[in-house]
């Protein structure tokens, strides 16, 4: 394996064979490298230009894995401008960085030169020249390299090799051309903050331990509340794990605003509870309810039309039924943004049933809640004002580097009643402070990971303007990829009209199926077409876009969009790929 300063550092290839082909990339690299880090991009630089570029202070002799590291030296005078010394990572361990006594020098040097390596591979992830993933299967990676773990420490030189490695072989979720996932890109003012919340490495529990971060908190589920369209942001909120744990808190809290006393006496004490949510819904209210000891069973799922739209004629009928039998409805999750379709449930038609029948109104608004920023495109989430909770992710539509998943909820109290246990240990009630800014005891967790002040960072450096220009762009784009493929031949829409979200879903049909009468043999061969298509995108490393079967329909592609790297250039190279890798099916 190579060493950090043998060919790691060169830029402009995947291979690491240096940047002489595209030196205006690697020029870029060098200006974002001295915005970032300083000294330490002008010896990047070096590397990259070679001698006559290189500072005085490198001496144009000394080899690349030296001049990697130089660091700051160890005098008391800071800034100083003493020369600097070379740190030799294979005779230092983790043992000599602080708070090692005499730590800082190797501490500062080994930093910088992780950060060079995370510069370099954010720059990596938005050249098109570079892969999207170097794809290997788990075998080849687990004998190619060791893995595991052993008795005595490594070199620092090991370590840095390792985050060499492990960006080596990840996959470059920020690439233009990454639509795997409904999370996608890398904003560089979120990833400032995640570096600046792993760096304060405290817990959201207390405001003793974490005064601005639970303020920030404060301020950012009140200003999500009023966009929701609550009255004055009023209600309460925390910031959970993903999306399921939010959607798992509500259905906590609507069976304790129902039946308190299951707090204390748990589900024996209390009837038999149904929750309803449609057929294209998340899997994460039935691994919910199966937590919870409600039970998958005790989850029905309601019909949808042909747009994965949930049906409320059928969600009355089946709340009457579990009536008739003597089962007590406690919840209606309804879907703001659907996994596959993207689809919106009709909200207002929901909570007209759920008040009708007094029932808690959840809209899981993980993927779709984003659209809420948008004055073109919030008009798909009408009704979400009347829900008694909301699930919204920022860390999808949004673009907040994961995790960043917030529960809203209506009534203020009722989280903190449904969760407490009065921990004296830990939330002392003679604090000297205000204690309803200690939030540790109306969440599931004790240690909660600050994930508020990337969401709150961006905020304040792109406003909500910036956040609807984000959203509206990528619904652009994928109503232009619709309206590519509609009328194109060899592709197929799995619903008709122009879709709701940038979920785009279609079929790819090879030459050798245009003639095929539509018939059980035809959706056999079709349904092995995306998954061939996908392995040959993963193993060339060129894209990455899903697949899967729904219902009767076999695989087809689920195109979304979050990322706003991406281009109109860039959904026409899906396209265009899709074809080639296709072709011989």
């Not at 009355?316 to 406690?330: C, D, S, T, W, Y």
């Not at 031949?489 to 008709?496: L, N, R, S």
């Amino acid at each position: 394996m190579a060493s950090p300063g043998s060919g790691f550092w060169s830029f402009g290839s995947e291979d690491g064979s240096g940047d002489s082909e595209n030196p205006g990339t690697a020029r870029a690299w060098c200006q974002v490298a001295q915005k970032f880090t300083g000294g330490i991009g002008n010896k990047l630089c070096a590397l990259l230009y070679g001698d006559a570029e290189k500072p005085a202070e490198s001496g144009g002799s000394q080899p690349p894995r030296a001049a990697a590291r130089k660091a700051a030296c160890a005098c008391d005078q800071k800034p100083c401008s003493c020369s600097k010394v070379d740190v030799n990572y294979a005779f230092l361990h983790a043992t000599d960085l602080l708070p090692a006594c005499d730590g800082e020098r190797p501490t500062l040097a080994f930093l910088q030169d992780v950060m060079n390596i995370l510069l370099q591979y954010v720059v990596k992830s938005f050249d098109r020249s570079t892969k999207v993933i170097d794809f290997h299967y788990p075998n080849e990676l687990l004998q190619e390299y060791n893995w595991e773990l052993a008795d005595q420490p490594q070199n620092l030189e090991e370590i840095l090799m390792h985050c060499q490695t492990t960006l080596k072989y990840a996959i470059k979720t920020g690439h233009p051309r990454y639509f795997n996932q409904l999370s996608t890109g890398l904003d560089m003012v979120g990833l400032a903050a995640d570096w600046l919340t792993s760096t304060a490495n405290t817990n959201m529990f207390t405001y003793e331990i974490a005064p601005v971060f639970v303020l920030l908190e404060y301020v950012t589920l009140k200003k999500m509340r009023e966009i929701i369209g609550w009255p004055g942001g009023s209600g309460d909120g925390i910031f959970s794990p993903g999306g399921a744990i939010s959607n798992m808190y509500a259905m906590m809290i609507a069976r304790f605003k129902m039946f308190p006393e299951v707090k204390e006496k748990g589900m024996a004490a209390v009837p038999r509870l149904i929750a309803f949510t449609s057929e294209h819904s998340h899997f994460s209210l039935k691994k919910g309810a199966a937590a919870l000891g409600i039970g998958t069973d005790s989850v029905i799922l309601i019909k949808c039309d042909e747009r994965g739209k949930m049906i409320p004629s059928d969600l009355e009928r089946r709340i009457l039924e579990a009536k008739q039998k003597g089962f007590v409805p406690f919840l209606v999750s309804a879907t703001a943004g659907t996994t596959v379709y993207g689809a919106f449930d009709p909200l207002l038609a929901v909570a007209d049933i759920c008040k009708k029948y007094k029932i808690w109104m959840h809209v899981d608004a993980a993927w779709g809640g984003g659209l809420l920023m948008s004055r073109k495109h919030k008009w798909k989430l009408s009704g979400v004002e009347r829900a008694n909770s909301v699930t919204w992710n920022p860390h999808k539509m949004m673009g907040v580097p994961l995790q960043c998943s917030a529960l809203l909820v209506r009534e203020e109290g009722l989280m903190q009643n449904c969760n407490q246990m009065h921990a004296s240990y830990l939330f002392q009630q003679d604090k000297h402070y205000d204690l309803s800014y200690d939030t540790g005891d109306k969440a599931l967790q004790c240690g909660r990971h600050v994930d508020v002040f990337k969401l709150w960072l961006m905020w304040r450096a792109k406003g909500t303007t910036g956040f609807e220009a984000h959203v509206d762009k990528c619904l652009e784009l994928a109503e232009y990829l619709y309206n590519i493929i509609k009328n194109r031949e060899g592709y197929e829409m799995v619903f008709d009209g122009k879709p709701q979200h940038t979920n785009v879903c279609f079929w790819y049909i090879p030459p050798s199926l245009r003639t095929l009468e539509d018939n059980e043999e035809r959706m056999s061969r079709l349904s092995k077409v995306a998954p061939v298509i996908k392995a040959r995108m993963m193993e060339y490393g060129t894209t990455m876009v899903s697949y899967q079967p729904l219902g009767d329909k076999v695989n087809f592609f689920r195109m979304v969009i979050s990322n706003p790297a991406a281009t109109h250039q860039d959904i026409d190279f899906l396209i265009e790929e899709i074809e080639r890798l296709g072709q011989d099916l």
